[in-house]
């Protein structure tokens, strides 16, 4: 086991909740694939740093509020999640722990929307967990196959994006769809 690598994976994890642009896969799935092994260890140090470096970055929000919105968080992204916050609460941070984005843009933002600390920590272990414990169980089960499965899935990259885009758009508009017939259901 790499100190060195498992220090690199802790901090950035770390600071990705708070400051850092660079994701913790950089490092988390490298260290995983070398070592199959100990993929769940590295999946659960970065799950431990992002919950602690989110705290960081809620109290950030907390205490700041709109100036560090302005200064690390860009106006339009800012502007999606308060509305999305606002219309789904709880659920928006949850989606957020598990996007593949900086989580700072995340934490930031709940602790300047004042979202319940209590709520924030729940939603951030669970979809912080998931995202990173879902990427250590695969390495740590398909082992080498995982390095063939990601060299085939760079193979077809232009087909895997497309069929992603794809099932990006169609999950939208059926939830828009379905949505807003709820909301008219709802209003009468």
């Known amino acids: 086991m790499s100190t060195e690598g498992l220090l690199g994976l802790f901090l950035l994890a770390f600071t990705d909740s708070f400051i850092s642009p660079i994701l913790p896969e950089v490092v988390l799935l490298p260290l ?5 092994s100990l993929a769940l260890y590295y999946a659960a140090v970065a799950w431990i740093a992002s919950i602690l470096g989110s705290f960081i970055g809620y109290f950030i929000g907390y205490k700041l509020g709109p100036i560090c919105i302005t200064r690390f968080v860009p106006e339009k992204h800012w502007l999606r999640i308060k509305d999305l916050v ?3 609460g709880a659920w928006a941070i949850f989606w957020g722990a598990i996007a593949p984005l900086p989580y700072k843009v995340i934490s930031i933002s709940a602790g300047v929307l004042n979202i319940n600390i209590r709520i924030f920590t729940l939603v951030t272990i669970i979809g912080r967990g998931k995202r990173f414990m879902i990427e250590g169980i695969l ?3 398909l082992g080498e ?3 063939e499965l990601g060299q085939s899935i760079l193979t077809y990259k232009p087909l895997l994006l497309l069929t992603t885009l794809i099932i990006i758009f169609g999950a939208y508009h059926l939830t828009k769809r379905f949505c807003g017939k ?4 709802l209003n009468l």
Do not use: F, G, H, W
């Open 139 to 141: 390495i740590y089960y």
């Open 182 to 185: 709820s909301k008219e259901n």
């Open 145 to 147: 196959r995982a390095v």
């Open 86 to 88: 606002d219309k789904y």
């Open 32 to 36: 995983s694939l070398a070592t199959p």
